[in-house]
């Protein structure tokens, strides 16, 4: 196999690196990271915006209460004075919002009147914020992929909300809207800020057409402590891969693979902070999983280098070493990369939301590691052993195997 000159690149790449990583840095005091709602405190609420499809009312003494999934609507009956029992609708008999209407308000009691009556019912969905239990107020039911709102009508909405971030999650009438709130310092008062954004939405949407998907909320106290919690976790991974290195090869091979793992991290930061990308645990932990397909990229080489330590007696230099070991383990230092991307960026063209996130940062730190584990990490590998020599004794022990072979 024909060697490459791969140390005629250490210094250009090394110098450009240094160059993203100070990009990323002025992008980190300029822009900022974009944390999620595991890093900062605040309020993600997910909505979608759709006249509803049925009305579910109740006039009587018992406790009454349902439950829809995608496959069927249970109500359950209970009480003093009634039956307590669970009467199940399936929805592959009751395939429209017409059928299951007729077939719920023979309940005694229960009205439930169809606005939409030709809707499948399997597309139904109810306000998680709402009770799900049925009394004379109107309990409303939703039809997904009905919505008829646009990211700028939410945003137009909330005019006037302070720190409000709105993202569209999937398309056309699909979409439904994620509003996020930042909350300030020792404010935790979780009530007044719902109140704050529903109280728009019901405004100019009319409260009976905002449905809440799901809410989350978390607390100044427990985003510090998540935030401290991964920058241990960061230390730790990249101490421990450090002694691993070390015990294995040699301090500066170590050395080298550290640098080459930073490089990836700050790398794929910089990339996080100038798109915005949300930075979440799951966007962090595709961070650790770049970390370690890096390390073992590296590992592979540097085993690769050790090998060729011993059976090249007639190198005058190291990097003639780096090159070589560089070359054999090319192939597959590619060939690895590329199977993994194709996993990869499956995820990314099928997911979306978090999943689609964290995709997109592996894509970026894979492409990173294979780069850092040929480029980065040998080269700080190469300028520590500047003044190398063979060692006399493994020169001409390998010397004279050679020449009783011959």
Known sequence: MKTLKFNKGFVPCSIISAVIIIFGIVGFFTKGINFGLD???????????????????????AKITIDLSATKLDVVISGAGVENETRTFNFYEYDTVSKLAAAVSAIDGVTMTAKDGSFDTTKLFLNSAATNQLTSSTVYVYPAGTSSITTDDVRSALNGVAGVDIKQLGTGADASYQIRVGINEGDSNQSAILDSINGKLYSSFGKEKVAIVKTDFIASSSSKSNTVKTIIMLVCTLVLIWAYAA??????????????LLHDTLIAFTFIIWTQTEFSATVFASVLTIIGYSINATVVILDRVRYNLKMMPEAKKFNEILNKSLSDTLARSILTTVTTLFAVVSLYVFTTGAIKNFALVMIVGLLSGMYSSIFISSSFINAFRKNWRPEFGVHHSLKNVKKDAE
């Open 39 to 61: 890093y900062k405190p605040g309020m993600i609420e997910e909505i979608r915006v759709a006249p509803p499809a049925a009305e579910l009312v109740y006039d009587g003494s």
């Open 247 to 260: 015990f294995r090869f040699h301090w500066d091979f170590a050395l080298g693979s550290i640098i080459a």
